[in-house]
C-alpha cells in the first residue's frame, strides 16, 4: 500500500510559524479534497484537527490551518507553543489502497 | 459524547488468530452516516489503516491485509469487531478503533484509547 510523504521532522521556536507538507498521487491528493490531519501526543491515541483540508473541528484552535496545491497538502501552525510539540499525521482518501491511506508522520519539536 | 473502547488478549502467539473488539457508547453503531474503523500502529511507528465496516456489514480493507482480516459489526451490542490470522511479530502493535464520516472516510473523528497487541512464543 502506498502512503503518504511527510518530513520526517519540524522544528521551531515559540511563537514561530511551521509548516508540515504531505505529498500524494492523483489518486489520493491530487484529485481529492478528503485530507485530514491528526495530532498524536506520546501514548495518546490521535486527536483530528483538519478535516477536508481546510476545517477544523469544534475546539480546536485556530493556530492550525490547512491548505492544498495539486498532490500536495500543507498543516501550518502558527504561534507555536510547547503544547505543539507531537507526531502530526496526514490522511486521505485514496483509490488505490480501497479507501484511505495516511502519511508516515511529522515530528515537530518546539525548541 | 460518543466513546469507543477497544478490548482484546493483549498477547498471542505467532500463527495464531486475535480478536479485537470496539464497544461503542454514547451513539448508536447503526447511524447511517458512519463507517467504522480499525487502525493499527507498531511500536515507534505511524499509524496504518486496516479497514472499516458500515453498519449495513460493507467492508473496505488495506489489501495488503486483505487476506487476513475479518471486520464485523453486531448492531444488537452495539460493537464492531477484528480478527487478524496468521500472526507474526510484524503485527505487534497499538490497535485502535475508530469512527469516520462516510462524506470523509479519512476523517476520523473518534477514537477508542486504543488496546496493545503483542505476537510472541
Known amino acids: 500500500q502506498s502512503v503518504l510523504t511527510q518530513p520526517a521532522s519540524v522544528s521551531g521556536s515559540p511563537g514561530q510559524s511551521i509548516t508540515i507538507s504531505c505529498t500524494g498521487a492523483?489518486?489520493?491528493?491530487?484529485?481529492?479534497?478528503?485530507v485530514s490531519w491528526f495530532q498524536q501526543h506520546p501514548g495518546k491515541a490521535p486527536k483530528l484537527i483538519i478535516y477536508d483540508v481546510i476545517y477544523r473541528p469544534s475546539g480546536v484552535s485556530d493556530r492550525f490551518s490547512g491548505s492544498k496545491s495539486a498532490s500536495a497538502a500543507s498543516l501550518t501552525i502558527s504561534g507555536l507553543q510547547a503544547e505543539d510539540e507531537a507526531d502530526y499525521y496526514c490522511?486521505?482518501?485514496?483509490?488505490?489502497?480501497?479507501?484511505?491511506?495516511f502519511g508516515i508522520g511529522t515530528k515537530v519539536t518546539v525548541l | 459524547q460518543l466513546q469507543l473502547q477497544e478490548s482484546g488478549p493483549g498477547l498471542v502467539k505467532p500463527s495464531e488468530t486475535v480478536s479485537l473488539t470496539c464497544t461503542v457508547s454514547g451513539g448508536s453503531i447503526s447511524g447511517t452516516n458512519y463507517y467504522w474503523a480499525w487502525i493499527r500502529q507498531p511500536p515507534g511507528k505511524g499509524l496504518e489503516w486496516i479497514g472499516c465496516?458500515?453498519?449495513?456489514?460493507?467492508?473496505y480493507h488495506n489489501p495488503s491485509l486483505k487476506s487476513r482480516v475479518t471486520i464485523s459489526v453486531d448492531t444488537s451490542k452495539n460493537q464492531f469487531s477484528l480478527k487478524v490470522r496468521s500472526l507474526t511479530a510484524a503485527d505487534t502493535a497499538v490497535y485502535y478503533c475508530a469512527r469516520a464520516p462516510m462524506a470523509a472516510a479519512a476523517s476520523f473523528d473518534f477514537w477508542g484509547l486504543g488496546t496493545q497487541v503483542t505476537v510472541s512464543s
Open positions: 490522511s486521505s482518501y485514496s483509490t488505490s489502497s480501497s479507501l484511505v491511506v
Open positions: 465496516i458500515y453498519y449495513t456489514r460493507s467492508t
Open positions: 492523483s489518486s489520493d491528493v491530487g484529485t481529492y479534497s478528503y
